[in-house]
């Protein structure tokens, strides 16, 4: 049994050599560097914040929305 998360870590490398790092797994948890290794712990610190952030708004008790509907925006056709 594993007693760890594991996280692919996508890099890609831009015109001017800065590294980008993303995390699938994670929507919108990117980081970069100027090196792989500065991107890769960039990475690890971006993930330990999103993990945070996730639970801590997973903690929070839901609000009942104060109010529902639907908003229908119709756009006139020209012929």
């Given at each position: 049994?594993?007693?760890y998360?594991?996280?692919?870590?996508?890099y890609f490398?831009?015109?001017?050599g800065m590294f980008t790092a993303e995390?699938?797994?994670?929507?919108?948890c990117v980081a970069w560097g100027k090196t792989l290794r500065e991107a890769y712990h960039n990475t690890?610190?971006?993930i330990e914040s999103c993990l945070e952030a996730r639970a801590?708004?997973?903690?929070r008790k839901p609000r009942k929305p104060r109010y529902a509907g639907l908003n229908i925006?119709?756009?006139p056709i020209h012929a």
């Open positions: 049994m594993k007693s998360q594991e996280y692919d870590i996508n490398q831009d015109e001017d995390v699938p797994a994670i929507r919108g690890v610190d971006a801590k708004v997973a903690a925006y119709r756009r």
